[in-house]
């Protein structure tokens, strides 16, 4: 059982709002305990992403950032070809957008719509064929020379429902088996789909469908190791356990790994509100997965990749970037940033920032929550922006 209460409180002199939860367990005993926990809700004011803005962006030594593209509506999943084709989705419009920078230049020239679903979100090339996703739906199509499509065909048409994460992506493992992100129906609770709160793993043409790990909340970001080929996702903790709880999760995923979700999060904490079904918080531990890293709560991490290109410096192989939406569920907003995550023989040592800046005027504002992350055929990172719609490029020029 849950009791709660919201009242309105004054952050930095804009409206917000508290919210105070108590929540209901049953132990082994059967005696009941209680957690009140409080959260905020704050979302800084949307701010035009100037040229001016840009241009002070926080990035390491050598690096700069410039405007890819602009004027997108709310770009979202990223997508690039050996050619240089730029595939973009657009959740709000349900649309795929094709950018190409004909001249070299560092900056699209040429955009073209090229498909529309409703609700389209996830999309993976593989093998001259591109694969999107909405939320219950995976197309396929093939890609013609000039960059447009051919016909959309169903390969899977029954994925759960989306409820609270409708949101799918997509990507194709060093096996050759596509992966799909589904995540929970809800902030937390026990649901009655299986693949929810999972990764599932399907041969390209969409059949012989399982589970690959579970007890996922909702992973959007995830990507293989090029060394180990080991696969690592980001997992988004659990809304409303406070401003500092729940951490996100970086996790190694395995195959047939439960990873706690809604019952344990972090290094074995019990969510209160939630008990395991048939056993005690204890029991389940034995049965979960813990992150090998986590990150300021509530950063909302929506794409992680590893870098691959040769345009950074050698020090960024096989290190990792994630781009972090930005907190709503808190007083003080975190995330709004690109982050890099060093790994040391194959193992994630610490995170770090990478692109910062996009918090103003004493973080009651923000011109960017990032989205989508592609490393581009010059080895540059692209950035999508929902919030601005617009492509950052984040390119090396050298220096010290």
């Known amino acids: 059982m849950k009791t709660t209460t919201f009242r309105p409180v004054y952050v930095h002199g804009l409206a917000a709002l508290l919210y ?17 926990v409080e959260g905020h809700v704050f979302k800084p004011a949307r701010v035009d992403a100037t040229d001016e803005r840009v241009n002070q962006l926080k990035v390491p030594a ?3 950032v410039t405007k890819f593209a602009e004027g997108l509506n709310k770009p979202r999943m990223i997508s690039v070809t050996d050619t240089g084709l730029v595939y973009i989705t657009d959740r709000d419009e349900g649309t795929v957008t094709l950018l190409r920078d004909t001249d070299s230049d560092g900056k699209a020239d040429d955009r073209q719509q090229v498909a529309q679903k409703d609700q389209l979100h996830g999309i993976a090339i593989n093998d001259h ?9 995976i197309f396929v199509a093939d890609l013609k020379k000039d960059g447009t499509l051919g016909e959309l065909k169903p390969i899977i048409t029954d994925l759960p429902d989306g409820g609270q994460h409708g949101n799918r992506t997509l990507k194709f493992g060093p096996d050759g088996q596509l992966y799909i992100s589904i995540g929970s129906t809800c902030n937390a609770c026990a649901e009655t789909n299986e693949e929810n709160a999972t990764i599932l793993k399907a041969k390209p043409d969409g059949s012989s469908r399982t589970i690959f790990a579970k007890g996922l909340r909702n992973t959007l970001g995830f990507d293989w190791h090029p060394e180990t080929g080991q696969m690592w996702g980001m997992d988004h ?7 500092e709880e729940q951490r996100e999760e970086l996790n190694m995923l395995e195959s047939g790994a439960d990873y706690g979700w809604p019952y344990i999060y972090g290094e074995g904490k019990e969510n209160p509100a939630d008990q395991p079904p048939k056993m005690s918080y ?5 049965k979960t997965k813990y992150p090998v890293l986590t990150y ?11 870098y691959r290109g040769e345009q950074f410096p050698k020090e960024y192989q096989g290190d990792a970037f994630v781009a972090m939406h930005g907190s709503w569920n808190r007083q003080n907003p975190v995330g709004y940033k690109v982050v890099r995550i060093r790994y040391e023989n194959g193992q994630p040592k610490q995170f770090e920032d990478f692109v910062s800046g996009f918090l ?41």
Not at 20 to 36: C, H, L, M, R, Y
Not at 237 to 243: P, S
Not at 297 to 306: N, P, T, V
């Open 20 to 36: 105070t939860s108590t929540a209901f367990a049953q132990v082994e005993d059967g005696k009941p305990i209680s957690a009140t």
């Open 62 to 64: 050598g690096f700069e």
């Open 129 to 137: 064929q591109i694969y999107l996703a909405t939320v219950n739906k």
């Open 237 to 243: 903790g659990i809304d409303w356990l406070g401003d």
């Open 282 to 286: 204890e029991a389940y531990k034995q």
């Open 296 to 306: 300021e709560a509530h950063s909302a991490g929506l794409d992680m990749i590893f």
């Open 360 to 400: 103003l005027e004493d973080e009651k504002a923000q011109f960017g929550r990032v989205v989508g992350l592609a490393t581009y055929t010059d080895g540059s990172l692209l950035v999508t922006d929902d919030s601005n719609g617009v492509v950052y490029r984040v390119a090396y020029v050298g220096g010290s």
